[in-house]
Nanobody, 113 residues
Framework: QVQLVESGGGLVQPGGSLRLSCAAS????????MDWYRQAPGKQREFIARITTAGNTHYVDSVQGRFTISRDSATNTVYLQMDSLKSEDTAVYYC???????WGQGTLVTVSS
């Protein structure tokens, strides 16, 4: 069974940066694609980024050009580099394995001055 643990969230000022990590353990195969989602207060969870098994990346329009998803297959870790953060990026961020119902516990990102 796969377990996911997100980390790296915190409080940051508008325009700042954070890097989130998603560490996977358990029965992992590097062929899985990985997604990042987020859930803002009072809103539904939304997809924001994907990295495929081939290393291709996809982003929702609202984060395109500001966020970068990457992975380190050697350590089974997926990252989300977030730059030029805005107040509307405030949310709990989750990672998940594509095609599964495996989620981490989430990490809170608060963008505020």
């Amino acid at each position: 069974q796969v377990q996911l643990v997100e980390s790296g969230g915190g409080l940051v000022q508008p325009g700042g940066s954070l890097r989130l990590s998603c560490a996977a353990s358990g029965s992992i195969r590097s062929i899985y694609g990985m997604d990042w989602y987020r859930q803002a207060p009072g809103k539904q969870r939304e997809f924001i980024a994907r990295i495929t098994t081939a290393g291709n990346t996809h982003y929702v329009d609202s984060v395109q050009g500001r966020f970068t998803i990457s992975r380190d297959s050697a350590t089974n870790t997926v990252y989300l580099q977030m730059d030029s953060l805005k107040s509307e990026d405030t949310a709990v961020y989750y990672c998940t394995v594509v095609g599964t119902d495996v989620w981490g516990q989430g990490t809170l990102v608060t963008v505020s001055s």
